[in-house]
């Protein structure tokens, strides 16, 4: 199977350079909520917010994926990323509590 580099019109240049800057921040303010949720450090609502950054990321990186005519394996990847996205940080700290609590709280009642 051939690869073919397409041309990007130059009309395509500043939304892409908008849409990768979106990405950036919308994956940052989800892990961020996320984070900030699982920590205990704001309100259990703010996981909405999360979810919304979560959902807008999607939808940049679909628009991106049109704006750079990606193949349709590339197409698969992305949403393969995009699902991964969403459940590895609930992965991540579910892990992370059950080893909090079979170690730290088992040192403790022996100690």
Request: aromatic content about 18%; glycine content about 4%.
């Amino acid at each position: 199977m051939e690869y073919y580099m397409h041309d990007i019109p130059i009309q395509d240049f500043l939304p892409i350079f908008v849409i990768s800057a979106m990405v950036i921040f919308f994956g940052m303010a989800y892990a961020g909520f996320f984070t900030l949720v699982k920590l205990r450090l704001v309100k259990r609502w703010f996981m909405i917010l999360a979810y919304l950054s979560w959902l807008a990321l999607v939808a940049c990186i679909y628009y991106l994926g049109v704006l750079l005519r990606v193949e349709p394996y590339t197409q698969k990847v992305l949403i393969g990323a995009m699902v991964g996205y969403l459940v590895f940080p609930h992965i991540v700290y579910f892990l992370l509590e059950k080893v909090h609590n079979r170690f730290e709280h088992h040192k403790m009642t022996t100690s």
